[in-house]
């Protein structure tokens, strides 16, 4: 029961999703000597030699909503496209965490600003005590995932559980480019809910069925990504899944994939000209096919109304809510359908066409949470927040669901390119008409700088002491990664930086220097100095005005990442000039109208330049795309000097 002294400012990022996850590698090596790299090479070479594993499921779940208990019974056939022969695997059995003692307990009542969904809050503002809500489970109120019986190949394995981590020593090795098939027999109980997945969450939904099914852990050319689950970010493997479920047939289930039998389920699924033939049993097989996911999720509730919007294009969107909320919210849902095909087609034309046939907003879980082909929402929102997390979680089936970054090692790549999608989807669609959409996400980056907990961006979610920190570095900072790319390499280039991005490596795990090189490309701009400072570093941005007389100019560089610098200038005269000076070590510079000034090298603190006439105010980044963190001393006029 920690007590946390600090105060943080009660609203600090978006609702969201997600979590975390592990481990960290010599991700830093590549990027100690960038910049001496940037300045001898004019190239870095593409790694040719990418592969990735494959993980096709085939299961069979029947529910048992007395005890919410499932039994499963799992085919995985798995792909070793690695180079590498493979002697163990791992899989990921998530609902262990959710019983007293598990590593996401113990963290939990460590950590100093837990996630408030997953405690009871006993003690004051000043003095906060905190109750971990997964301490208090009782064992028919736990999560769990008991694996009944393992073989590959039809032989039985030895296997052993450690946590949330299922550890297989395999009986044959799995060779480079070739298969094994693995059978697997289990029983599952859905937790009480305390973080995005369980049974009754607050609004009531029954069933919200995400990281529910033994998952095998990712394996790339980092290695093994067998993290404990703690509660922050996924990394999945790619693959396709094919899924019955046995349920009550009086529950109405959103789901990944595509149904298969909608004639035989109805509730909304059966086509209008088709005769639904529903069997005269107390359960209903539901039989869904996902196929190029790396998750599959699912939610079920007596009461869910189901509606379906054809968009343009042909996607089906899905909304299940439940009936019995109040009028107020079951307008707001009503009113989200529309606009959440503008947000696909909003997303379609920015980033690339989404590849799947259809999209499911469901009621359920805590908050709002991405999954494949869908997103679980709680659903009493008013319609600002109900359709601005629909628009993040919706975006994150392009950043996560398409473009698979291991979000686990960096979470800035998914929750902070969602974040910036979404940021202007929701200002066009809405039509808020900001200066600058991103707005939000400088104002709190500098505001969490005061609180001295920053840690780089490239430190695994998991490892992140303060969940405050993890919030703002992932969404925000890294909402800015692209946000102040625009800055750099300008907005038009961003713009096809992405759909580039999308193209090359949809269906991928990219990386970091994925993204860095694509903007590259495009732009015919270095930036390697840019990745490696912005999320490699907690070290920022602070240029000021030095000196100024007459028509010199004098700017310092005092915090210690190195920008190109605009500044805009009236004379005396009240004519005005913008001046752009790029640096050195961008080799390049942006498309600009501005008066374009010699370089300005990194090594030096000051820069100086003439202009012709007197100058009466002067303003370094009068855009404001820059992140620089003390503007204050951004600005000089006359006045201010005169006595
Ligand atoms: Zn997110």
């Given at each position: 029961?920690?007590?946390?002294?600090?105060?943080?400012?009660?609203?600090?990022?978006?609702?969201?999703?997600?979590?975390?996850?592990?481990?960290?590698?010599?991700?830093?090596?590549?990027?100690?000597?960038?910049?001496?790299?940037?300045?001898?090479?004019?190239?870095?070479?593409?790694?040719?030699?990418?592969?990735?594993?494959?993980?096709?499921?085939?299961?069979?779940?029947?529910?048992?909503?007395?005890?919410?208990?499932?039994?499963?019974?799992?085919?995985?056939?798995?792909?070793?496209?690695?180079?590498?022969?493979?002697?163990?695997?791992?899989?990921?059995?998530?609902?262990?965490?959710?019983?007293?003692?598990?590593?996401?307990?113990?963290?939990?009542?460590?950590?100093?600003?837990?996630?408030?969904?997953?405690?009871?809050?006993?003690?004051?503002?000043?003095?906060?005590?905190?109750?971990?809500?997964?301490?208090?489970?009782?064992?028919?109120?736990?999560?769990?995932?008991?694996?009944?019986?393992?073989?590959?190949?039809?032989?039985?394995?030895?296997?052993?559980?450690?946590?949330?981590?299922?550890?297989?020593?395999?009986?044959?090795?799995?060779?480079?480019?070739?298969?094994?098939?693995?059978?697997?027999?289990?029983?599952?109980?859905?937790?009480?809910?305390?973080?995005?997945?369980?049974?009754?969450?607050?609004?009531?939904?029954?069933?919200?069925?995400?990281?529910?099914?033994?998952?095998?852990?990712?394996?790339?050319?980092?290695?093994?990504?067998?993290?404990?689950?703690?509660?922050?970010?996924?990394?999945?493997?790619?693959?396709?899944?094919?899924?019955?479920?046995?349920?009550?047939?009086?529950?109405?289930?959103?789901?990944?994939?595509?149904?298969?039998?909608?004639?035989?389920?109805?509730?909304?699924?059966?086509?209008?000209?088709?005769?639904?033939?529903?069997?005269?049993?107390?359960?209903?097989?539901?039989?869904?096919?996902?196929?190029?996911?790396?998750?599959?999720?699912?939610?079920?509730?007596?009461?869910?109304?189901?509606?379906?919007?054809?968009?343009?294009?042909?996607?089906?969107?899905?909304?299940?809510?439940?009936?019995?909320?109040?009028?107020?919210?079951?307008?707001?849902?009503?009113?989200?359908?529309?606009?959440?095909?503008?947000?696909?087609?909003?997303?379609?034309?920015?980033?690339?066409?989404?590849?799947?046939?259809?999209?499911?907003?469901?009621?359920?879980?805590?908050?709002?949470?991405?999954?494949?082909?869908?997103?679980?929402?709680?659903?009493?929102?008013?319609?600002?927040?109900?359709?601005?997390?629909?628009?993040?979680?919706?975006?994150?089936?392009?950043?996560?669901?398409?473009?698979?970054?291991?979000?686990?090692?960096?979470?800035?790549?998914?929750?902070?390119?969602?974040?910036?999608?979404?940021?202007?989807?929701?200002?066009?669609?809405l039509e808020q008409k900001k200066e600058n959409p991103q707005k939000e996400a400088y104002t709190s980056y500098v505001r969490f700088l005061d609180y001295q907990i920053e840690e780089p961006?490239?430190?695994?979610?998991?490892?992140?002491?303060?969940?405050?920190?993890?919030?703002?570095?992932?969404?925000?900072?890294?909402?800015?990664?692209?946000?102040?790319?625009?800055?750099?390499?300008?907005?038009?280039?961003?713009?096809?930086?992405?759909?580039?991005?999308?193209?090359?490596?949809?269906?991928?795990?990219?990386?970091?220097?994925?993204?860095?090189?694509?903007?590259?490309?495009?732009?015919?701009?270095?930036?390697?100095?840019?990745?490696?400072?912005?999320?490699?570093?907690?070290?920022?941005?602070?240029?000021?005005?030095?000196?100024?007389?007459?028509?010199?100019?004098?700017?310092?560089?005092?915090?210690?990442?190195?920008?190109?610098?605009?500044?805009?200038?009236?004379?005396?005269?009240?004519?005005?000039?913008?001046?752009?000076?790029?640096?050195?070590?961008?080799?390049?510079?942006?498309?600009?109208?501005?008066?374009?000034?010699?370089?300005?090298?990194?090594?030096?603190?000051?820069?100086?330049?003439?202009?012709?006439?007197?100058?009466?105010?002067?303003?370094?980044?009068?855009?404001?795309?820059?992140?620089?963190?003390?503007?204050?001393?951004?600005?000089?006029?006359?006045?201010?000097?005169?006595?």
């Amino acid at each position: 029961m920690p007590i946390m002294r600090l105060k943080w400012p009660k609203k600090c990022w978006l609702v969201k999703d997600s979590l975390t996850e592990n481990q960290n590698k010599n991700f830093m090596r590549p990027f100690l000597y960038g910049i001496f790299i940037l300045i001898f090479s004019s190239t870095i070479a593409q790694n040719t030699d990418y592969w990735q594993q494959q993980a096709d499921y085939e299961m069979d779940i029947d529910m048992n909503l007395n005890n919410y208990q499932y039994k499963g019974k799992q085919k995985l056939v798995y792909t070793n496209n690695s180079p590498d022969e493979l002697k163990k695997v791992y899989y990921h059995l998530y609902f262990n965490a959710f019983q007293p003692g598990s590593e996401m307990d113990i963290h939990l009542q460590d950590i100093r600003d837990p996630d408030a969904r997953m405690v009871h809050s006993l003690g004051t503002a000043d003095a906060p005590i905190f109750k971990s809500r997964i301490s208090e489970l009782k064992p028919s109120e736990m999560g769990f995932i008991k694996v009944l019986s393992l073989s590959q190949n039809k032989k039985p394995l030895t296997y052993h559980i450690e946590g949330t981590v299922l550890e297989v020593a395999l009986n044959k090795g799995i060779k480079p480019g070739s298969q094994a098939v693995f059978d697997m027999e289990f029983l599952g109980q859905v937790p009480l809910q305390i973080r995005r997945s369980g049974r009754n969450n607050k609004e009531g939904v029954a069933l919200s069925m995400s990281q529910w099914y033994p998952k095998i852990a990712a394996y790339d050319f980092q290695g093994w990504h067998a993290n404990a689950y703690i509660a922050r970010e996924f990394y999945g493997v790619w693959g396709n899944v094919d899924l019955k479920i046995h349920i009550d047939k009086n529950y109405v289930l959103g789901a990944s994939g595509y149904l298969q039998n909608p004639e035989k389920v109805g509730h909304g699924y059966q086509n209008d000209h088709k005769k639904v033939a529903l069997p005269r049993t107390d359960k209903l097989t539901w039989h869904f096919i996902a196929p190029k996911v790396h998750d599959f999720t699912w939610a079920a509730d007596p009461d869910f109304e189901h509606d379906v919007l054809e968009t343009k294009l042909g996607t089906k969107l899905h909304f299940l809510y439940k009936r019995t909320m109040d009028d107020k919210y079951l307008n707001n849902w009503k009113k989200l359908q529309p606009k959440t095909a503008e947000l696909l087609d909003y997303y379609n034309e920015h980033l690339g066409a989404y590849p799947y046939k259809q999209y499911s907003v469901i009621q359920g879980g805590d908050g709002g949470m991405e999954y494949a082909m869908s997103t679980l929402i709680t659903g009493e929102r008013e319609f600002g927040s109900l359709f601005g997390v629909v628009a993040h979680e919706m975006a994150h089936s392009w950043f996560q669901f398409v473009l698979a970054s291991n979000e686990a090692k960096y979470a800035w790549m998914d929750e902070g390119f969602t974040t910036y999608i979404s940021n202007y989807a929701v200002d066009k669609i809405l039509e808020q008409k900001k200066e600058n959409p991103q707005k939000e996400a400088y104002t709190s980056y500098v505001r969490f700088l005061d609180y001295q907990i920053e840690e780089p961006l490239s430190t695994p979610a998991d490892l992140f002491e303060y969940n405050y920190a993890y919030g703002i570095g992932s969404y925000n900072k890294g909402a800015l990664f692209l946000a102040q790319l625009e800055y750099i390499i300008g907005k038009e280039n961003v713009e096809n930086t992405l759909k580039l991005f999308y193209e090359n490596f949809k269906f991928k795990h990219p990386t970091p220097n994925d993204i860095k090189r694509t903007a590259e490309r495009v732009s015919g701009i270095s930036l390697d100095w840019y990745l490696y400072y912005w999320t490699q570093t907690t070290h920022t941005i602070d240029y000021a005005v030095k000196a100024q007389n007459s028509n010199e100019v004098v700017l310092e560089r005092i915090g210690k990442i190195p920008m190109p610098v605009e500044v805009f200038v009236r004379y005396t005269d009240n004519t005005t000039e913008y001046f752009y000076v790029p640096l050195t070590m961008m080799r390049g510079e942006k498309p600009s109208k501005f008066l374009r000034l010699k370089d300005w090298s990194w090594v030096a603190k000051r820069y100086r330049f003439k202009t012709e006439k007197p100058i009466q105010y002067l303003e370094i980044d009068p855009s404001q795309k820059m992140a620089d963190v003390k503007r204050e001393n951004n600005h000089w006029s006359l006045k201010t000097v005169k006595k």
